[in-house]
């Protein structure tokens, strides 16, 4: 192990992505990015369709085949150790990052069998997928804390990026628990992006223009934005709802939305596309209840327009009071409160909020959790979460 701070080769696991993923896709090739600013080394293995080798502006990736998961609408995981295992002992890492707390959880082992310092970042509440599951009430709490003790045990350190996600890991007593933020692109996502004629493709002049932002897939609960919108035009509000992202649930979505003014947009693969949608929109609805940081919603924010989000989250710690947190039954009425206010002095209060999350902070925090030096200027750093 290269006890240095300089220089690191840094591998980085991640199951349950694919080219069609959100936030966790966007975390990864930000990270990356940076990480290659700031002089190291980022490898990055996920699953795929077929094997590839490849250098990007996020640093080498390796993608492994693997498995369609069932009912996941396309995602993939990397089973088993017999390939993982020789090719992580190949690469030679200096440390490890590992974004899945379940299916890679035996590299925390390998890792230390190795002597190299690890990192698991926790990206989803387990206590929350749990509940969404099924698994609710004391037996639920029991589970998610012998999870997450195996977790916290297995790795040198748990990187958690609000309060919220830390709580599920403060409450077992983890003692390597590292909080860091995630970030947000302020360029790409800007308010400048607002574009008069996309706002009049979908909805003219007199009309709310709400945008919602995610997977559909069941812990996103897309229903709930389909539901707002449903109340919003039974109170005499002329809203209309774009839905942008794709997954299992959209079928089921079609049907809920029937006869309402909804738009499937899909997946969008630009960037600045999505930037220009949500800069367009007057508010944008993130209706997931175990969110464990939000990027697009942060996204909505940087590009000046408030979001409303479910209070069971950990939303209302990223937006502030650049947004209305609600249960999800009442996300109408927090989409109301939002229109109350002056339209010039809630996109301004999103755009602040957003600055306190760029993506060169973010970076140095988690560099810092691996025990990284942080030694790039701001410009590269920049220049790299672009």
Request: aromatic residues 4%.
């Amino acid at each position: 192990m290269d006890d240095g701070a300089a220089g690191l080769r840094i591998v980085r696991l991640a199951n349950f992505v694919m080219p069609t993923s959100g936030g966790l896709r966007t975390a990864l090739r930000c990270l990356g990015a940076g990480y290659l600013a700031h002089g190291h080394e980022p490898v990055l293995i996920v699953p795929g369709e077929r094997y590839r080798d490849e250098e990007t502006p996020q640093g080498r990736v390796i993608t492994l085949p693997g498995p369609r998961v069932p009912m996941t609408g396309g995602y993939r995981v990397v089973l088993g150790r017999r390939v993982l295992a020789p090719l992580l002992d190949r690469l030679a890492p200096d440390r490890l990052e590992v974004s899945d707390r379940t299916t890679l959880r035996w590299t925390g082992r390998w890792a230390r069998d190795a002597g190299v310092r690890s990192v698991m970042v926790s990206h989803e509440s387990l206590a929350g997928l749990l509940r969404i599951s099924g698994l609710r009430g004391p037996a639920g709490r029991r589970a998610a804390d012998a999870l997450n003790a195996r977790s916290a045990a297995a790795y040198d350190t748990v990187v958690c990026t609000t309060a919220w996600a830390a709580e599920e890991f403060a409450r077992i007593g983890a003692t390597n628990l590292v909080r860091a933020p995630l970030g947000v692109d302020l360029t790409t996502f800007h308010p400048d992006r607002h574009d008069p004629a996309v706002r009049q493709r979908y909805a003219d002049q007199r009309e709310v223009l709400l945008v919602t932002c995610t997977r559909l897939s069941p812990e996103k609960r897309p229903e709930l934005a389909v539901d707002a919108l449903a109340a919003l035009r039974r109170a005499g509000v002329p809203a209309r709802l774009l839905i942008l992202g794709d997954g299992p649930r959209r079928p089921m979505l079609e049907q809920r939305a029937a006869g309402l003014p909804v738009t499937f947009v899909g997946f969008l693969p630009d960037q600045a596309a999505v930037a220009t949608v949500l800069a367009t929109a007057d508010v944008v609805i993130a209706p997931g209840p175990v969110e464990t940081f939000g990027l697009a919603a942060l996204e909505a924010l940087a590009c000046g327009t408030p979001v409303v989000v479910n209070e069971a989250s950990a939303l209302p710690e990223v937006v502030g009071d650049a947004g209305v947190a609600a249960p999800g039954r009442d996300l109408a009425a927090a989409v109301r409160d939002l229109l109350g206010r002056d339209p010039r002095a809630r996109r301004v209060r999103a755009r602040r909020r957003a600055e306190r999350f760029g993506w060169p902070e973010a970076t140095a925090g988690f560099l810092r959790a691996h025990g990284a030096a942080v030694t790039a200027g701001r410009a590269r750093a920049d220049a790299g979460a672009a």
